[in-house]
């Protein structure tokens, strides 16, 4: 058992890692419009791109006639996108870019990798994986992507992967929080409070990673804040607010109440310097009468990153009933106990 426990414990590591557990919905892989240049009107959904050539992706640029060509570049692709998947989790994977990314969904911004000059920054090697909100997407209809990329030298472009919209098979969520929100660095315990005024804050993404969102190499505290309305609560049901994966150590309120946290921030007693906090998804109780049914509501979510990604990075994001919780937590064990079969399988 002593050869066997360390292995099991990696892939336990491992499967928490994919907790996402994505399938394809569209596919994204073939020919894209693509133009060489950088103008900010390409990021919109209506742009005439008609007179653009067309590249294969995933492939290097060079590949389609572009070669020894560095610097900006622009892709752009049309789908539509069916209305039954209104009520499911979205992401847009991209796969591998050379260098660096700026990705658009009908002209809105939903997140990057890597950074541009004059502070180049290099993400050629990971896998571009965006959530969707459902407020930038037409559902019944057709939808824009729009991709900038820098390439500093060598292949240039969306190289490798697996292009392509995915759903997310997680817990389903009966409000999705998804989308904009109120975002400021440093820390203030009056920042949990409904009535704070946070009109002059930044605007972010959740879920995704604040350092592709203008916080490149920030280490620290931040605050996320936002509003929203939940009219005709089921009655007598337990609520779970969702908040998927947080890197590194977080706490919640809702409209000024603590409802939960994960993790001891610094200066508190046997704080955890090495921990896997940032792969755990997030779910705490509400208590009852604690949401407004009526009224707008207040979450505020604290959080602490110890050092590289650091954010509500992975959804999904928002509220969901105990019944629908349960379920996920049971079909999780099923698929972990699966695969440890599987490796044990192998091992012996």
Known sequence: MRTIKPVILNLMLAVSLQALDLEREISLRGRWLFEVGDREEYAEAGFD?????TIRVPRPWEQ???????????????????????????YLQ??????VDWVY???????GRGSGPPDYQTAFDANRLYSLPGSTLLYGD??????????????????????GIFSQKSVDLIHDLSGVWRFRTGDDGSWREPDYDDRDWDEILVPGVWEAQGYQDYD??????????LRDLPEDERLILVLGPIDDIDEVFLNGVRIGRTGRFPGERYLDRNNNYWNRPRFYTIKRGALRDRGVNTL??????????????EGPVGVTTKDEYLEYQKKNRKK????LEELLKDWF
Request: proline residues 3%; glycine residues 16%; negative net charge.
């Open 49 to 53: 791109d008609s007179g653009w050539e």
């Open 336 to 339: 972990l106990r699966h695969v």
């Open 105 to 111: 969904v009908n002209g809105n911004y939903i997140g």
């Open 300 to 313: 505020a979510v604290r959080v602490y990153d110890t050092w590289r990604d650091g954010g509500i990075y």
């Open 220 to 229: 620290g505290y931040a605050w996320y804040r936002t509003e929203f309305r």
């Open 64 to 90: 389609y006639g572009f070669p020894g060509y560095d610097g900006y570049a622009w892709y752009r692709i049309r789908f539509d996108l069916p209305a039954e998947l209104r009520e499911k989790a979205l």
């Open 94 to 99: 991209l796969g591998f870019i050379d260098d």
């Open 142 to 163: 057709e939808n824009v992507i729009a991709v900038r990329v820098y390439d500093d030298w060598g292949d240039g472009g969306i190289v490798g992967g697996d292009p």
